[in-house]
Nanobody
Framework: QVQLVESGGGLVQAGGSLRLSCAAS????????MAWYRQAPGKQRELVAV???????NYADSVKGRFTISRDNAKNTVYLQMDSLKPEDTAVYYC?????????????????WGQGTQVTVSS
């Protein structure tokens, strides 16, 4: 089994900053991509940022220049530094990871999600 545990959400005023963390643990042979998604009330879940195994990163247009994704491979942890926050950034933020893990005797690649952490930006 593999678990993703997020932390770092909270309430912040517009213009402020927050740093989210997501640590993966369990039967991990390796991790390919790690990403952050978010879901605002009444809206679909959307990709915020992704850190690929090769080191490249991609961001949603709405967060470019304000958010930075980083990764510590030794700790199986991904971070999301969020600066210049806006009220429209308010959402539940979810960590996602594509993990190589052993099931029975086979190496498989599976997608895992964290439980989500609430980020609220007040105006």
């Amino acid at each position: 089994q593999v678990q993703l545990v997020e932390s770092g959400g909270g309430l912040v005023q517009a213009g402020g900053s927050l740093r989210l963390s997501c640590a993966a643990s369990g039967r991990i042979s390796g991790i390919n991509r790690m990403a952050w998604y978010r879901q605002a009330p009444g809206k679909q879940r959307e990709l915020v940022a992704v850190f690929n195994s090769g080191g490249s990163t991609n961001y949603a247009d709405s967060v470019k220049g304000r958010f930075t994704i980083s990764r510590d491979n030794a700790k199986n942890t991904v971070y999301l530094q969020m600066d210049s926050l806006k009220p429209e950034d308010t959402a539940v933020y979810y960590c996602n990871a594509e993990v190589r893990t052993i099931q029975t005797i086979r190496l498989v690649t599976l997608d895992y999600w964290g439980q989500g952490t609430q980020v609220t930006v007040s105006s």
